[in-house]
């Protein structure tokens, strides 16, 4: 079984930074991609940005250029780097880390940590 446990969440004023961090229990490198989302009050949980083996990134287009995403595979640890924090980022961020075989996907998910931002 693998775990991921998500810490560095908190209450931040607006234009702040955080940093999250995702400790997974096994090697990243095992897994296709690594990824954090996050669930509003009300909403969907939502893809937030995603970093593959191979290093490649994406992210929501509601957060290019304030987040970033990245890993330290000897840490089995995986990073979102947050700043430029609006209101609206306010939501519970999980770490996800997903592996495709040819007959399905495998999805591992973390317990999730509140941000909270205020305005």
């Known amino acids: 079984q693998v775990q991921l446990v998500e810490s560095g969440g908190g209450l931040v004023q607006a234009g702040g930074s955080l940093r999250l961090s995702c400790a997974v229990s096994r090697s990243i490198s095992s897994f296709g991609a690594m990824g954090w989302y996050r669930q509003a009050p009300g909403k969907e949980r939502e893809l937030v940005a995603v970093i593959t083996s191979g290093g490649s990134t994406n992210y929501a287009d509601s957060v290019k250029g304030r987040f970033t995403i990245s890993r330290d595979n000897a840490k089995n640890t995986v990073y979102l780097q947050m700043s430029s924090l609006k209101p609206e980022d306010t939501a519970v961020y999980y770490c996800?880390?997903?592996?495709?075989?040819?007959?399905?996907?495998?999805?591992?998910w973390g317990q999730g940590t509140q941000v909270t931002v205020s305005s």
């Open positions: 996800n880390a997903n592996t495709i075989t040819a007959v399905r996907r495998y999805d591992f």
